[in-house]
């Protein structure tokens, strides 16, 4: 063997690149191989410039001690190559395997892996390169210079160095998937290497770079031509399947499901989850999986809306072959229950469901609750809510429920999951029970009475039923609806309240009457004395008709010429009745076109039938009976008065029998009583037994005479007519009509006496008709209110006996066909009165009014309420049958007209006005707005301007001054008050002329001076003297109180010095609101300024009167002043006739002024301010005493001795003295022939209607 002299020229120039430098040399018996092992670091601050001091020299191997198969395939080490190949001339292979000794070169501090160094000869000067291919590049700090060294090489029967056989390399997918791509590791040249296994032997070369080979089987390999290095001579292979993703592909609440692409024919898997135990899945353990394609498993044992993380390994053999990460979310799970469930009634109809949320959200989210009512077993109600808390109102009092509730959660599959019902039973508070229905009144003798009724829902734990008794007002209470009252009087109206009571509320009062009946005995006395009458006049009758039949065989020997009868059907239309819901629609139609198709049907309608003779009337000895000579009753249904011995046409009076809608002869038409004729009519009444007696006319009327005074003055007491002694006891004067109560006796008879009450309308103007229908319903509510079965025939009257009189009858009639029937034929009702009459509703605009009439009643109904039943009516009016639906009193506010742009308002916008109006939307209308005088044009009779002076203001209306002031319609008629705005500060001399040309008694002021910064009235007045354009006011007292303030002032014309008293009240409590905040207040101050009103106008004189003794005002002249107006007006009505009527009432003020009473507020005040003011007990109004309706105040200036009223206000009704007497009627003298008919021309055609 040679020595080796390698290692001392490797040492000898190693100072250059390293510290130190060790040769191992090997022992001789094994192959001549040398492993240089260079354990100390390069000097990492060798650069490139070293290494470009040296010579390169040509170094060249005879053996590699590298594998070049595996060089060859890796891309780094052919670069390495490459750049040695670049350096050295040539490199020799030696053909076999050098042995491999295990060292580690650690190069600047890195570990950079092993050296496998072989023998070699070096030629010449040369550079020894050591090369370390595997790890790292190729670098200049590893060149080592030094002087050439001569090393022996072995002899070539040396035994050939063993080679691996471990040729396996990586594992790649195959096109076929049972198949796998192996990549192999040869770096030895002229090598076979044969596989063996799964049914299979092939043979590949070391120029193989791979082979495919079946899955899931074990390889062993062979080397031919030598034997492997290692100890095993057959080393194997196990080849599995490859890329077997593995994925999540579903979960539940308690479980995953694992997939992978394709079947794991020979893998096993192991999935470990944190918190979990480790599970494997084998083809074993689960066949019927394993043999899918793909295959899916299921990983058990898990907890809901829990996130795992998850680690799963593929075996093969107990050999891991791949491994990957998962997470795993599992679904949410049924959620729990509600807890804590409670129910809280929070009035009779709703509740509120409260509830905590489960403890426990380990088993996921909760979206929301269902919240479900149950009653009587049925689904109520439900809901779906995603808070703790629930209201529900929709129940109806006092009912048994209970509640379910349940908590649900949405799971990420969409499925909604339930929990278990959370359940709570509840009650409702108790309500006001229903109104009892089905009330009967049964007279069970004739002053014994049973009340029964049906209860509705009593909404509470029990139903007591309660009776109080109108005249006693005691109340009677049962279990079971059934009353009973006995030993009452006869013949006695008797009202009575029923209800029920739960135990906590009182159900809605229904009220109802029942008459009790004559007393029996007494009936059969009355109708035995009725036959004997009867007979009589039956036999009277019968002597009557045996009369009649002698006088025409008399006439017709005399040769008296009777009227030709013609036809006067012919000319009649054929006019449809009326359905009450097309009245409206149907006035609109005929008053289009200026009343067109009112005319043509009026036309149409003879003015007389000629065909009915009228002989008695023209007989010579009646002539002067007949008020007009063209006014006469037809023979066949003239009242016949009984005929007096010896006095010819005795039994004659200008009178015809009116058949009713259904009554036959229910109303006698009659003339205007003559100075002559007065006893006959007083006959008549006696004969006929007639106790009511309406006259529709005054008893003069532009300077003519229409009708005799007939009936004696309250001064006289008692007058004679004839045989017949009228004695007067009572009078009620109310500014549309009079009432008189009458008694009369015959002085031939010595039967009992007789009371007759007489009503006269003293609102039907000289000219046309009423403006206003309602007047003419009001006069037939008072009539019906006194008639009765046996009150006899209704006497009406006006002059001639037909025009009006016609008109009264046709309206009572219609109106009691259309509660009866639903539907009206005027036009056949008037032809039926034009039959037993001639000339009945005379003029087309009478036709009209009956129109009228019927519409406003169909729209409106009947809105009067007597003070006795205010209350209890007021509480229907005010009950709601549903909380969503107004209430009747509501409903009623919604049916007043506006009235908004129903007349003209020219004056007030005119350009040079404009700026005199404090709201441009409250400005008077023309007709009734007030006018002032000029001074230089209008006063020139102004010393001796009265209150008789004339109110028409025609000859100065052109030329007036504008003011923003209206005549407003109080309780005694149009023109009673005048409503303004607070005067502008440029307007408070035309306000003050106002006030003294109108005579003002009385200054209302609803308002304060401002509001804030905003005025609302400017301050016309003053201390001590204050002149505006010939007018001086003087405040002469003051007194204040906390509600309202009294100033008395002397305004005086400085021209005429005429003087005159003006008080002013303003209230205080009224700004800022709608109504006022005390009423009481308000009404005090109310019947403390009547007081220094004058006595109300009664006469007609006092009507034309210019006067106006008050002002009202507040900022704008509507919202507090409508209500004022009302109030006064109502107050009014309710002390003279003891009824009231807010909608008519407010309807009136809304014609006159705009924006009066404009809120239902407002409306509604007015219904509960009466109804404070006169209280009820036991079915009586109680009135407040004089004395406590007197107020005090403390004077702040000094008063003089007539002021003293100032402080002391008595507040009592008017003084009998103060009370004007009423109308009396002049005696007139009989009409002669030349006085002319009632005729259409003297009125408009027809009249307006809203």
Known sequence: MCAVTLGAALKHYS??????????????????????????????????????SYSVAKVIFKSLPLSLRHLQDDPEIRRNIKSLDENMDDIYLSPYFPAVSKKVLATCGSQIGEKELGTSELFDDSLLKVIRFNLVSVSSAWNLTGDDTTVTTPDTTTEMPKVPCDIFGAIKDHEDPKMAQVLLNIVTKDREYFIEGGGIKITVSSSNSSVALPTCHTYTVEVKNGRCQDNTDSPSLVLPQVNKTLVVKDTNQTAAELCWNSSLACLNVTVACSGTSPQTYSKNSHPENFGRDPICVELGGLSPYHEYHCNGSMHFNEKEVSSQSLDICTDYDVPEAPQDLQVTPKNATSVTVTWTAPENHLKGPINGYYVEFFVKDERFHGTEVNTTEYTFNGFEPYTNAFVNVITYTKNRRGEILNSSSASCGFTTEEGVPEEVTEVRKTLTADNAVQITCRKQREFGRYAQFNLVWGSDGKTEHKNKCEFKRENLYYLTNYTFKIYVSNGKHNGPEVVDSIKTRYNSRALIIFLAFLIIVTVIALLLVLYKIYDLHKKKLSNSSEGVNLVAVKDDDKQLLNIEPIPSELLLDTYKRKIADEGRLFLEEFQSIPRVFSKFSIKEAKKSHNQNKNRYIDILPYDHNRVELSEVPGDPGSDYINASYIDGFKEP????????????????????????????IVMVTRCEEGKRNKCAQYWPSMENGTATYGDIIVKIYESKTCPDYVIQKLHITNGRERTAGRDVTHIQFTSWPDHGVPEDPHLLLKLRRRVNALSNFFSGPIVVHCSAGVGRTGT???????????????????????????????????????????????????????????????????????????????????????????????????????????????????????????????????????????????????????????????????YWGPKAMIATQGPLQETISDFWQMVFQRKVKVIVMLTELKEGDQELCAQYWGEGKQTYDGIEVQMADVNSGPSYTIRAFDVTHLKTKDTQKVYQYQYHKWSGCDVPETPK???????????????????????????????????????????????????????????????????????????????????????????????????????????????????????????????????????????????????????DSAKGTESSTNGPTCAVLP
């Open 665 to 692: 002869r229910k109303y006698i038409a009659a003339q205007g009583p003559k100075d002559e004729t007065t006893d006959d009519f007083w006959r008549m009444i006696w004969e006929q037994k007639a106790t009511i």
């Open 808 to 970: 009264y009858i046709g309206i009572d009639a219609m109106l009691e066909g259309l509660d009866a029937e639903g539907r009206v034929d005027v036009y056949g009702y008037i032809v039926k009165l034009r039959r037993q009459r001639c000339l009945m509703v005379q003029v087309e605009s009478q036709y009209i009014l009956i129109h009228q009439a019927l519409v406003e009643y169909n729209q409106y109904g009947e809105t009067e309420v007597s003070l006795s039943e205010l209350h209890s009516s007021l509480n229907n009016l005010e009950r709601k049958d549903h909380p969503s639906e107004p209430s009747l009193l509501e409903a009623e506010f919604q049916r007043l007209p506006s009235y908004k742009g129903w007349r003209t308002q020219n004056t007030a916008t005119r350009e040079e006005n404009k700026s005199k109006n404090r709201n441009a939307n409250i400005i008077p209308y023309d007709f009734n707005r007030v006018p002032i005088r000029h001074e230089e044009d209008c006063s020139k009779d102004g010393d001796h301007d009265s209150d008789e002076s004339s109110d028409e203001d025609s000859d100065c209306e052109e030329s007036s001054k504008y003011i923003n002031a209206s005549f407003i319609t109080g």
């Open 15 to 52: 100072s250059a690149v390293c510290e130190t430098l060790d040769i191992v040399s090997i022992d001789d018996t094994e192959e001549i191989t040398r492993l240089y092992s260079i354990e100390t670091c390069v000097n990492s601050n060798v650069d490139e410039k070293l290494y470009q």
């Open 1081 to 1231: 207040d308000l009404v005090t101050m109310i019947l403390n300024i009547k007081q220094k009103l004058p006595a109300r106008p009664v006469t007609e004189d006092n009507r034309r009167t210019r006067s106006v003794p008050l002002l009202v005002h507040c900022c704008d002249g509507s919202q507090q002043t409508g209500v004022f107006c009302a109030l006064m007006t109502l107050l009014e009505s309710a002390e003279i006739e003891e009824v009231i009527d807010v909608f008519q009432v407010v309807k009136s003020l809304r014609r006159t002024r705009l924006g009066m009473v404009s809120s239902f507020e407002q409306y509604q005040f007015l219904y509960d301010t009466i109804a404070s003011t006169y209280p009820a007990q036991n079915g009586q109004i109680k009135k407040n005493s004089q004395q406590e309706d007197k107020v005090e105040f403390c004077s702040e200036v000094g008063k003089s001795d007539q002021e003293t009223d100032l402080v002391t206000a008595d507040l009592g009704p008017p003084r009998p003295e103060e009370i004007e007497p009423p109308e009396i009627c002049n005696d007139s003298k009989a009409a």
